[in-house]
């Protein structure tokens, strides 16, 4: 069993299924948090079109300035005050190690790490049809390689509690999540 308040960190590689995840989490009463959303709320603040190309410049822009814990830096008050009002947190994004070991220390909350993999083939078959920023597969594979060379996306997954495999249907992934949040005791509020 966990401690509670608990936070439930999601994390891997773009089309792996950490969004489907937090989703259906956050529909069974699950407190919700997307580190995403910080980098988006900056390009509009900006006033420029929430695109792949942008979100990339503002994420590189604030990781110059404040490095590469900038957005968990960013993301920490929110998540504080989601754990104050929630037993239960999902946290949806989770990119670098050096974030994961910010939130791990700085949290004050039980952190769970789950790592969604999926084969690349699958992944990129999901990028290329997702209604919203579709990418093709050169995108994809260039994706791939600056989130891991430049966002330091392996440490979490590598270091993760759990890792649930997305290579089936999406109801046998969001099954297995379930039983695992159970079994630990995750409850929403």
């Given at each position: 069993m966990i401690e509670t308040p608990a936070a439930l960190a999601l994390v891997g590689m773009p089309g792996a299924g950490k969004t489907l995840c937090a989703q259906h989490l956050k529909?069974?009463?699950?407190?919700?948090f997307r580190f995403g959303s910080i980098v988006e709320n900056e390009v509009v603040r900006r006033g420029l079109a929430v695109r792949?190309?942008?979100?990339?410049?503002?994420?590189?822009?604030?990781?110059?300035?404040?490095?590469?814990?900038?957005i968990a830096i960013r993301a920490?008050?929110?998540?504080?005050?989601?754990?104050?009002?929630?037993?239960?947190?999902?946290?949806?994004g989770l990119y670098g190690f050096g974030e994961y070991k910010l939130l791990h220390t700085e949290l004050g909350a039980s952190m769970i790490v789950v790592a969604i993999v999926s084969p690349r083939h699958l992944r990129y078959e999901r990028?290329?049809?997702?209604?919203?920023?579709p990418l093709t597969r050169a995108e994809a594979e260039?994706?791939?390689?600056?989130?891991i060379d430049t966002l330091e996306k392996g440490g979490p997954i590598a270091i993760a509690d759990f890792t649930l495999v997305n290579d089936r249907t999406s109801e046998s992934l969001l099954q297995t999540l379930d039983a695992l949040t159970d079994q630990l005791g995750f409850q929403p509020s």
């Open positions: 529909a069974r009463g699950f407190a919700h792949p190309e942008n979100e990339q410049m503002v994420r590189e822009e604030l990781r110059a300035i404040d490095g590469m814990n900038a920490l008050p929110h998540l504080k005050a989601a754990l104050k009002a929630n037993s239960s947190l999902v946290i949806d990028l290329a049809t997702r209604p919203e920023r260039q994706r791939d390689i600056r989130e």
